[in-house]
């Protein structure tokens, strides 16, 4: 998550239940079925990678599209397909980004897309859910699984949309995608946390 969606979050936790319901959100709010879009500005895909077994490193991509069709009643109907811009990418280092984009690595301009499509939706627990699907990166396709959790709903107070939330968390070997420079040098698995908000279509 970004620090200002991790601190808004961490707010909610902390206010008591009056102003939180000022907010719009909560996890008790009745979600209507229906079709949901990606609302770009507050979703985030963020990628960690081992750096030469010092530390790990971070990177984000913003400005995702896609559509959540979603039924409370029944999780295994639900479908989500969601993509991500390659361009995109930003690791605050712009010559890092340049590389990342570049055809030793993701190839932006060849596979301009990430692109990821649930094939099977089960929930795990009042909140949470496993979502398997394909992840399509790099001219690639992988069956992934991410585990996810609801964070809330409610109408947004400033747009006055419908909203909901959720995180997930999930991990790939970016060698599966023919991502290999480096390796392993720099880590083969990438971690991937997920931080989306979906507003009611119609």
């Known amino acids: 998550m970004t ?6 979050l961490l707010g909610a936790a902390l206010i008591p239940g009056a102003a939180q319901a000022q907010m719009g959100g909560s996890p008790a709010t009745p979600v209507p079925a229906g079709t949901y879009k990606v609302e ?3 979703t985030l895909a963020i990628f960690s990678i081992n750096h030469m077994g010092f530390n790990d490193f971070y990177g984000v991509i913003p400005s995702a599209t ?9 999780a295994a109907a639900d479908k989500l397909d969601v993509t991500l811009p390659v361009s995109a990418i930003s690791t605050t280092n712009s010559v890092l980004d340049g590389e990342l984009k570049d055809p030793t690595w993701l190839d932006a301009a060849k596979y301009p897309e990430i692109h ?3 094939t099977k939706v089960t929930q795990t627990g009042a909140h949470t859910a496993h979502i398997d699907g394909n992840l399509t990166l790099h001219g690639v396709t992988k069956a992934i699984a991410l585990d996810a959790t609801f964070g809330g709903a409610g109408t947004n107070p400033m747009s006055k949309a419908f909203t909901i939330g959720f995180s997930a968390t999930g991990s790939i070997k970016r060698s599966e995608f023919g991502v290999t420079k480096y390796v392993p040098l720099i880590g083969d698995d990438v971690k991937l946390t997920i931080t989306a908000a979906f507003e009611k279509q119609g």
């Open 40 to 42: 770009s500005h507050h």
């Open 116 to 118: 990821f499509t649930a």
């Open 66 to 74: 896609g559509t959540l069709t979603l039924d409370p009643a029944n």
């Open 3 to 8: 620090k200002t969606i991790a601190l808004a």
